[in-house]
């Protein structure tokens, strides 16, 4: 069982979660105190990546609106894995560009979990994507994620069943319920923003990093 922590703003947070247990590391190029939490210059973004190389997996979540830019992106910063969230949603044609050009490169597509249709919806995007991320839907952020809610989780489960690819389990897990998450699902992977983090005023503003370290810990004894 891997865990991903989301929500990274600095390279001492980066290196901090990972000292913590984490081994997947999200960061979200945007603008800062735009629409998307906890978004980042992608200089910032770079500077991360280049901390992280061997130390664990670097997920950068593209909230760009078209694939040249995303692909721009991507090779400026090479991280393991690109993740489609949010202003732009992935397909066969584009995966294979983006093998071409960045063949070390993994996608991962998200999709969002609010009723039965996202079996349907994942099953289109395992076809393509190395892997899968099943996530709440906000109602106040863009996209897929965020939300820091829990989704019906028989759904998940139906989906792991259903497809061949890696899948990782998100939306409003932490300490608390990320055991229970894991029995009721089986992923591959277990994601958490939200609630492993300093909230303020609806803001996130920091990673906890006592939780973040329950969080891995629990996520790998669960069984």
């Known amino acids: 069982m891997f865990t991903q922590i989301y929500s990274i703003q600095t390279v001492d947070e980066a290196l901090a979660c990972v000292e913590a247990g984490a081994d997947r590391i999200g960061v979200l190029v945007g603008v800062p105190g735009g629409k998307f939490p906890c978004a980042i210059h992608e200089d910032e973004a770079g500077r991360i990546f280049d901390a992280l190389k061997g130390r664990a997996v670097r997920v950068l979540i593209s909230v760009a609106e078209n694939e040249k830019d995303i692909l721009d992106q991507t090779e400026r910063l090479m991280p393991d894995v690109l993740h489609l969230c949010a202003n732009f949603e992935g397909s066969p044609e584009f995966r294979e560009r983006l093998r071409l050009r960045l063949p070390e490169v993994k996608l991962m597509e998200a999709v969002g979990v609010v009723d039965e249709s996202a079996l349907e919806d994942a099953i289109k995007k395992a076809a393509y994507a190395d892997l899968l991320i099943l996530d709440s839907v906000s109602k106040t952020v863009p996209g897929v994620g965020a939300a820091g809610v829990t989704h019906d989780w028989s759904i998940d489960r139906a989906i ?11 939306g409003g897990l932490g300490p608390e319920n990320v055991a229970d998450a894991i029995k009721a699902v089986h992923p591959d992977g277990v994601d958490s923003l939200t609630r492993t983090s300093v909230v303020e005023n609806g803001v996130i503003l920091r990673k906890d990093m006592e939780k973040v370290r329950e969080f891995c810990r629990i996520a790998k004894e669960a069984i």
């Open 160 to 170: 792991v069943e259903a497809v061949d690819v890696p899948v990782i389990l998100a």
